[in-house]
């Protein structure tokens, strides 16, 4: 079973336009990651934040965190087309192990 | 790039036969993991090994063996492929200090 839910499943933009997309997820967590695939490779790590945090910037990232709603966004701002990709939500529930659940994702097309 | 190739990163093969990918890490990391993505499913995780010859079940292990001898290769083992197996491998590290995932290129696998 996904512990993350993505909404929406597809996301298409123009570029300069922001991206949001939205995560939520069942059980209590340690942390919330968000990795990006573009198509045909590997997973890329983005950013993470922590169960006691509520907001997170990194360049044109920006994510938040709401831990009594289960839910996280990530926000990119000014997209450029080499934002087109996927975007997956991976949760941490800090066991020792540092196993990750991931969201089905959300696919992202930015549009020159 | 964590130092993570995989091999194959494309193999064709018939239902019944016996099928082994390999992930090889140049950086000493404990933890290694194997996941299968799917179209709608995100990542899911197979196994995923703590250290030499310690290795435990993920969400998806049935149908799957794994092995780790030595701390830089982690092989994920199809015992006898099925059509259901037809998937995008992908290997993944952790270190001991960061929370984050490192993933391999991925291996396509077609089980006719």
């Known amino acids: 079973s996904q512990q993350g839910e993505e909404d929406p499943q597809a996301l298409s933009i123009q570029e300069g336009e922001n991206a949001t997309m939205n995560c939520s997820y069942k059980t209590s967590i340690n942390n919330l990651q968000w990795y990006r695939q573009n198509s045909g490779r590997g997973l890329v790590h983005l950013i993470l934040i922590r169960s006691n945090e509520r907001e997170k910037h990194s360049g044109r990232l920006r994510v938040t965190l709401d831990t009594s709603k289960k839910s996280s966004s990530l926000l990119i701002t000014a997209s450029r087309a080499a934002d087109t990709a996927s975007y997956f939500c991976?949760?941490?529930?800090?066991?020792?192990?540092?196993?990750?659940?991931f969201g089905a994702g959300t696919q992202v097309v930015v549009t020159p | 790039d964590a130092g993570i190739t995989q091999s194959p990163r494309h193999k064709v093969t018939e239902t019944g036969t016996p099928v082994t990918l390999r992930c090889h890490q140049t950086e000493n990391h404990r933890y290694m993991y194997w996941y299968r993505q799917d179209p709608g499913h995100g990542l899911r995780l197979i196994h995923y090994s703590y250290g030499v010859k310690d290795t435990d079940k993920g969400e998806v292990s049935d149908g799957y063996s794994v092995s780790r001898s030595k701390t830089e290769d982690f092989l994920l083992t199809l015992e006898s492929a099925t059509s259901s197996q037809t998937s995008v491998y992908f290997c993944a590290i952790r270190g001991s200090v960061k929370e984050t995932q490192y993933f391999g290129p991925g291996t396509r696998l077609l089980v006719l």
């Open positions: 991976a949760t941490d529930a800090g066991d020792s192990w540092g196993k990750l659940q």
